[in-house]
C-alpha cells in the first residue's frame, strides 16, 4: 500500500479535539496504531513508539449508547462508523477512491463529531 498520508501528522488532528469532546461528553479512547510490520494478524498498540511500520491509526468516541469510530489508512481512506446504540447509522470509507489529506481527515473527525448531538 502505498503511504499517501502522514499519520503522525493525524494523529495530531485527534489530539487537538479531545478537549473538545470531552466538553460535549463524549468519551475518547485511546489512539490506536496497526503495525503491519508483525506478524499477521497485526496488532494494535497504543504507544507510537512501539510501531515499527504503521498502517493504520484509530479512535472511537462514546456518548451514552452512542459509538463511533474512523480508522484512517496510509493509503488515504478511512473506516467511518457510527450508531446510536440500537442501529449502525453510518459506515462509510471516505477517501477510497481519492484520497484524503490530513485536512480531509480533520474534516471527517469533524463530522464524526457532529453526529453525537
Known amino acids: 500500500m502505498d503511504n499517501v498520508i502522514d499519520l503522525d501528522a493525524a494523529v ?3 489530539d487537538r479535539r479531545r478537549g473538545v469532546w470531552q466538553g460535549l461528553g463524549i ?3 485511546e489512539t490506536t496504531w496497526r ?3 508483525e506478524e499477521w494478524p497485526h496488532p494494535f498498540k497504543t504507544g507510537r513508539a512501539a510501531v515499527v511500520d504503521a498502517d493504520s491509526i484509530g479512535v472511537e ?3 451514552g449508547p452512542q459509538r463511533g469510530s474512523i480508522v484512517l489508512f496510509t493509503g488515504g481512506w478511512a473506516d467511518f462508523a457510527y ?3 440500537d442501529d449502525l447509522l453510518v459506515q462509510e470509507a471516505p477517501g477510497w477512491g481519492d484520497p ?3 485536512g ?3 474534516g471527517e473527525l469533524d463530522r464524526l ?3 453525537f448531538a
Do not use: H, P
Open 100 to 102: 484524503l489529506d490530513v
Open 113 to 115: 463529531t457532529k453526529l
Open 12 to 14: 495530531r488532528e485527534i
Open 83 to 85: 450508531g446510536d446504540g
Open 27 to 29: 468519551a475518547a479512547g
Open 104 to 106: 480531509k481527515f480533520a
Open 61 to 63: 468516541l462514546a456518548k
Open 35 to 37: 503495525d503491519q510490520g
